[in-house]
């Protein structure tokens, strides 16, 4: 059985009420757990790519891009768990892992299933929380990945958006 299903979540997956680019994130992050989702990308069989600056590289480890200057060119971590369905990550803070993802590309049963299942994957690996919210508001988590339930749940009502 699916962890959400459509048409109780089409609204949190409807980009004119909760922007293309919902944020994705984990709060109470390390250096630790960002290696364990770099090495859980590299190993997942997931399409990915790394750049710095626009320009494409190996992913080093999380402890070079995190120690990286204030300054230094935005670094992007791009990963396609499925062609087509892009997550775009960002690590510029150690305390916390950041992505988005882009909800025209997740339409439907299926897009709530591939979510679903990227957002447990990322959970079980560092077992901690994983929230997404509308774009730009941090304070709303609408659903995400809760380790007690070991699934993605909804952390918001719907029909209340």
Do not use: H
Not at 13 to 32: H, K, N, Q
Not at 113 to 122: E, M, T
């Amino acid at each position: 059985m699916p962890d959400l299903l459509w048409d109780d979540v089409k609204d949190f997956f409807d980009p004119d009420l909760m922007g293309a680019l919902p944020d994705v994130r984990v709060a109470g992050a390390s250096v630790e757990d960002w290696q364990a989702v770099f090495d859980l990308v590299r190993s997942s069989g997931w399409t990915w790519e790394y750049s710095a600056g626009g320009v494409v590289g190996p992913l080093p480890t999380a402890a070079e891009v995190l120690s990286r200057p204030a300054d230094a060119e935005v670094a992007d971590l791009r990963v396609w768990p499925i062609p087509d369905v892009l997550a775009i990550f960002r690590p510029m803070s150690v305390d916390e892992i950041d992505f988005d993802v882009d909800l025209r590309q997740l339409q439907g049963q299926v897009g709530v299933d591939i979510l679903c299942g990227f957002l447990s994957a990322i959970g079980r690996r560092l077992g901690k929380p994983v929230a997404m919210t509308a774009e730009g508001d941090d304070a709303n988590p609408v659903l995400g990945f809760t380790p007690a339930a070991d699934r993605v749940v909804l952390l918001a009502d719907p029909r209340r958006r």
